[in-house]
């Protein structure tokens, strides 16, 4: 599904489908693979703004928010990835803020990671 993701003209599909609910919980999986693929696959989706409104009814940003809180960098890194594209559209900032995604946003701003630190810092700007 990651892979599908890639491609823009999925990216809306992909949102519109069944397929956004078990994507959305497999990002929740205990494997750690799983669930980073899972959170790429939200964040590749969430590139397009048109699925945002399908990602929020699904919940993602609350799930996300708090999977920026993983001990495992691949996982936090794609979940910070997918909460940078979503906080592209307004809407999402108070769903975000709602979710005490400052918590999770401060604690990635602190990461040794360089992509992490880059995606918090997309997070920062689009929160202005």
């Known amino acids: 599904m990651c892979n599908l993701a890639l491609s823009d003209e999925n990216k809306l599909l992909i949102a519109q489908s069944d397929v956004l609910t078990p994507l ?3 990002a929740q999986s205990p494997d ?3 669930s980073r693929q899972a959170c790429g696959a939200l964040a590749n989706i969430a590139e397009d703004v048109e699925a945002h409104p399908n990602m929020v009814y699904e919940q993602s940003m609350h799930f996300l928010v708090f999977l920026m809180r993983s001990r495992h960098l691949d996982v936090h890194r794609e979940a910070t990835r997918a909460v940078a594209n979503l906080l592209s559209s307004r809407e999402n900032h108070a769903v975000f803020l709602e979710e005490d995604g400052l918590k999770s946003l401060f604690r990635i701003a602190k990461s040794l990671d360089a992509e992490c630190e880059y995606h918090a810092a997309l997070c920062f ?3 202005r």
């Open 24 to 26: 959305v919980s497999l």
């Open 32 to 34: 750690i693979e799983v």
């Open 125 to 127: 700007r689009k929160l």
